[in-house]
C-alpha cells in the first residue's frame, strides 16, 4: 500500500516523526509531501522544509520526501497512491480533517487514514514550535535531534 502524508512541516515535529513511525509498518511507500497552504503564511522556505523532513526521516527505508502544489488527490495520483494519512491530535483536528477527507473521497475516490498521536505529543504542534523560535526558547524537545542544527543555522542567518 502506498500512503501519502501531506503537510506544511514548518518544521516537522516530533509529533510528526511518531506519526511516520507507526505509518512505515502500514505501508510499503509513505510519502511524505512538503506543501504550501495558501492560508499558511511559513517561517521556512519549502525547499528548507523539504530538507528538514528527508534529515528527519533518512533512517526509513520506505520513506520518499517530496514538495507538491496543488491538491493532494492529484499527488496521489501522480504516485498511484489511494490512501492520504494524516495524524490527528484532538477532537478538533478530526472535525477539521473529516471534511477535507470528504472532499477527497468525492473528487478522487481516495481515502483518507487517520492516526491518533499520543499523549505524550499531543500538545506539540509547528506552529507551537514556530512560537518558541521565535522567543528564542529552547525547541529541542519537540523536534527530531537530527534537524536542530539545520533549524540553528537558518535561524541565524534570518533571525
Given at each position: 500500500?502506498?500512503?501519502?502524508?501531506?503537510?506544511?512541516?514548518?518544521?516537522?515535529?516530533?509529533?510528526?516523526?511518531?506519526?511516520?513511525?507507526?505509518?512505515?509498518?502500514?505501508?510499503?511507500?509513505?510519502?511524505?509531501?512538503?506543501?504550501?497552504?495558501?492560508?499558511?503564511?511559513?517561517?521556512?522556505?519549502?525547499?528548507?522544509?523539504?530538507?528538514?523532513?528527508?534529515?528527519?526521516?533518512?533512517?526509513?527505508?520506505?520513506?520518499?520526501?517530496?514538495?507538491?502544489?496543488?491538491?493532494?488527490?492529484?499527488?496521489?495520483?501522480?504516485?498511484?497512491?489511494?490512501?492520504?494519512?494524516?495524524?490527528?491530535?484532538?477532537?478538533?483536528?478530526?472535525?477539521?480533517?473529516?471534511?477535507?477527507?470528504?472532499?477527497?473521497?468525492?473528487?478522487?475516490?481516495?481515502?483518507?487514514?487517520?492516526?491518533?498521536?499520543?499523549?505524550?505529543?499531543?500538545?506539540?504542534?509547528?506552529?507551537a514550535v514556530r512560537?518558541?523560535?521565535?522567543?528564542?526558547?529552547?525547541?529541542?524537545?519537540?523536534?527530531?535531534?537530527?534537524?536542530?542544527?539545520?533549524?540553528?543555522?537558518?535561524?541565524?542567518?534570518?533571525?
Amino acid at each position: 500500500m502506498k500512503l501519502v502524508f501531506p503537510g506544511s512541516f514548518d518544521p516537522i515535529t516530533i509529533g510528526h516523526i511518531e506519526i511516520i513511525e507507526r505509518a512505515v509498518d502500514l505501508a510499503d511507500q509513505l510519502y511524505i509531501v512538503v506543501e504550501n497552504n495558501l492560508r499558511k503564511k511559513y517561517l521556512f522556505t519549502q525547499e528548507q522544509r523539504l530538507k528538514m523532513v528527508k534529515e528527519a526521516t533518512a533512517d526509513f527505508a520506505n520513506v520518499q520526501a517530496d514538495t507538491y502544489d496543488g491538491l493532494t488527490v492529484s499527488y496521489c495520483k501522480k504516485v498511484g497512491a489511494k490512501f492520504i494519512l494524516r495524524g490527528l491530535r484532538s477532537s478538533a483536528d478530526y472535525l477539521y480533517e473529516r471534511d477535507i477527507a470528504a472532499f477527497n473521497r468525492e473528487l478522487a475516490q481516495i481515502e483518507t487514514l487517520f492516526l491518533f498521536s499520543g499523549n505524550k505529543y499531543a500538545h506539540v504542534s509547528s506552529s507551537a514550535v514556530r512560537e518558541l523560535l521565535k522567543y528564542d526558547a529552547c525547541i529541542q524537545n519537540y523536534v527530531p535531534k537530527k534537524i536542530c542544527g539545520i533549524i540553528n543555522e537558518i535561524k541565524k542567518n534570518k533571525f
